[in-house]
């Protein structure tokens, strides 16, 4: 497995905030608008971690984060959201995602996360 991180998020500004953050940590980043997109770059790379927006237009977070699982079984996803979608989240931490970040996220804990699972 690779080192490579994809942040998915239809919101472009936090797309952008999120990917200058990581590759100022020295990280090696993707970014996908939609589920769909993100569906399309797990088939062409090798992603070892993914930060992934529950509600998206389209596919949503959860169903996209399955797809992606058998496409890259051992790949790490963290889903984001902004809203309480108890069932959804339910479904994402049975489904396997390592963890639930709220919004406004905790940059910190993001990059605990990256350094637990994509050590430098």
């Known amino acids: 497995m690779d080192n490579q991180i994809m942040v998915v998020d239809d ?3 936090l797309r952008w905030t ?3 953050i990581l590759k100022d940590d020295g990280r090696d980043v993707i970014v ?3 589920g769909y997109q993100a569906i399309e770059f797990a088939n062409e790379s090798r992603i070892a971690l ?3 927006d529950i509600q998206m ?3 949503n977070g959860v169903d996209a984060f399955i797809e ?3 496409i890259l079984p051992e790949c ?3 889903i984001m959201t902004g809203h309480a979608l108890g069932p959804l989240i339910e479904k994402a931490l049975a489904e396997g995602a390592k963890a639930v970040l709220q919004k406004p996220l905790s940059i910190e804990r993001l990059l605990n996360i990256v350094e637990e699972v994509v050590p430098v």
Do not use: N, W
């Open 11 to 13: 919101d472009s500004s």
């Open 18 to 20: 999120l990917e200058t």
């Open 32 to 34: 996908a608008e939609d």
């Open 50 to 52: 993914i930060f992934m």
């Open 57 to 59: 237009p389209g596919i």
């Open 68 to 70: 992606i699982k058998k």
């Open 76 to 78: 790490t996803v963290v």
